[in-house]
């Protein structure tokens, strides 16, 4: 292994690593906005122009409160907790292929940290270690509603995993590939996967809802149940650990439902461009689109979290087990049949 | 059993359609209604640089008010003070001397004449007892401080502006 080789490897990740902190950081800006203008507000407009400036004053806010750690819970676990929920959600952007391989400086390098051939797997792994930080950090509390509240997110997790592995088995029928990258490549120009996977789509989206504990399945914070949720006793910044992993976890599941079902970088009339803008800008330009794709889902996020109420707990366990597991079976079966026929004739 | 008003009604809760249950319908009709207003205008108003339109009966700050010839309208009778609910106006009369006769109208004056914000409830009944006209809440929203006794407005704050300075 040269050094080029890791050094180059070293950029991508701290690159990468910088964008997910700061789109996560403005989602939080993003959110509050997008709340306030589908509610006939205005949101936070004091901090800089537009209040642009309100993620880092919120940042410094959390930085700069009290820290309290109670002397009845378990202080290693009570600090590892959001420490494990935080590293989860940022390491998932590993396997996310960002860009076709870009040329510079007479270096072909591909915009991908690693793109090992399980990827999809490895996506699906680190998702669910990522209860492990909202269970540990809620057990860890010694606090009721902190214990209920980690129960009811790893149990919806659990039940919501099972649908969302069902309907991307659907998929992996049509791609016959664990890659992300080349499940990605696959869809170039117009061939989208969302165009032959749309109720598998649909399955994928309303799971990547209720694993990333966004509305309408965030009952792990429902405040009128359970006061602040798994986070109750959390203040300071091991608080704005959870709240930011949240949003982390919200961006890396906009990028694999982008990169999955809606064709990543890929983009109708990509090969003219490619020639239009040579090899160096035509896969940044792509990376933009990708970029784009991915602000559309976090958008969409947080339109259905400003319109749809909260589900019950046994609602929110009937439409995972009795709905979305049927429907995701359905789906496989009706996928490899149609493609048993296509082979066949 | 029978109803003698005949104004029951009776509710009836049917299960949920197959396209109820689904939700989807639903959610996109009501993702329709919030995005709708995502382009309606925001009925925000920017506080402190944009102030709302007051109505013409608005009752503001008060002000002790001046005759044409700039005196002093207020005569300390103590009307304002009596007819306050909330006991939020005192004042300490005092005899005019011969001096300051361009200053107040009357032979009797308010030395101090002072109105705790804080108590007001901006009801205009003191307004409304006071035989001279010397007081109207005509003013502007009172505005925010930190300290108690900063709410306590005296004449300083009170009085009309001499006429000359208006003029």
């Known amino acids: 292994m040269d050094s080029g080789f890791v050094i180059e490897k070293f950029i991508l990740v701290a690159v990468i690593f910088g964008i997910s902190l700061v789109i996560a950081m403005y989602s939080t800006y993003a959110e509050r906005k997008v709340a306030a203008y589908l509610q006939d507000r205005l949101g936070p407009d004091r901090a800089g122009p537009f209040g642009i400036l309100q993620p880092l004053a919120d940042g410094l806010k959390m930085f700069m409160k009290e820290e309290i750690i109670p002397t009845s819970s378990n202080r290693f676990l009570f600090i590892a907790g959001p420490g494990l929920a935080l590293l989860c959600a940022c390491i998932g952007t590993a396997v996310i292929p960002w860009g076709s391989p870009v040329l510079i400086a007479g270096k072909t390098i591909p915009l991908q940290v690693s793109d090992i051939n399980v990827g999809v797997l490895y996506i699906f792994g680190v998702v669910s270690l990522g209860v492990y930080g909202v269970m540990i950090g809620g057990w860890a509390s010694n606090n009721k509603y902190s214990l209920l509240s980690a129960i009811r997110a790893a149990s919806q997790n659990i039940s919501y995993e099972i649908a969302m592995g069902l309907s991307i088995i659907a998929l992996l029928l049509m791609t016959n590939t664990l890659s992300l990258k080349e499940i990605v490549d696959q869809q170039h120009g117009w061939r989208w996967n969302v165009l032959y996977q749309p109720l598998g789509f649909l399955i994928f989206m309303v799971c990547s809802f209720a694993e990333t504990n966004r509305a309408p399945f965030d009952l792990p914070e429902c405040e009128t149940e359970l006061i602040g949720g ?115 004739f | 059993m029978e109803s003698l008003s005949n104004k029951k009604k009776v509710l009836e809760q049917k299960p949920l359609s197959f396209m109820e249950k689904m939700y989807l319908p639903a959610i996109a009709k009501g993702m329709g209604i919030t995005i709708s207003h995502l382009f309606k205008k925001e009925a925000t108003i920017r506080y402190p640089e944009v102030e709302r339109e007051f109505s013409t009966n608005f009752r503001g700050m008060h002000s002790l008010k001046r005759d044409e010839n700039g005196k002093e309208r207020c005569t300390a009778c103590g009307l304002c003070a009596l007819s306050c609910p909330a006991e939020a106006i005192t004042m300490i009369a005092a005899e005019r001397k011969p001096e300051e006769k361009d200053l107040y109208r009357e032979e009797k004056y308010a030395a101090t004449y002072e109105i705790n914000m804080l108590r007001c409830i901006f009801c205009g009944l003191c307004e409304e007892a006071c035989p001279k006209e010397a007081i109207y809440l005509d003013g502007p929203i009172v505005p925010a401080d930190y300290l108690r006794k900063d709410f306590i407005y005296g004449k300083d704050k009170l009085v009309e502006a001499p006429l000359e300075m208006k003029k």
């Open chain 1, 230 to 344: 798994y986070h109750t006793e959390y203040s300071s910044m091991k608080l704005g650990f959870y709240l930011f992993a949240e949003y982390i976890n919200m961006f890396v599941s906009s990028a694999v439902m982008a990169a999955l079902y809606w064709g990543g970088y890929n983009y109708p009339g990509m090969d003219s461009m490619a020639v239009w803008l040579g090899p160096t800008w035509a896969p940044l330009f792509g990376t933009a689109v990708f970029f784009g794709k991915i602000c559309a889902f976090i958008f969409f996020f947080m339109w259905v979290r400003w319109t749809i109420p909260r589900f019950r707990y046994d609602q929110l366990m009937n439409l995972g087990w009795k709905g979305l597991i049927p429907l995701a079976i359905a789906n496989i079966i009706i996928t490899g049949v149609v493609i048993a026929i296509i082979e066949k």
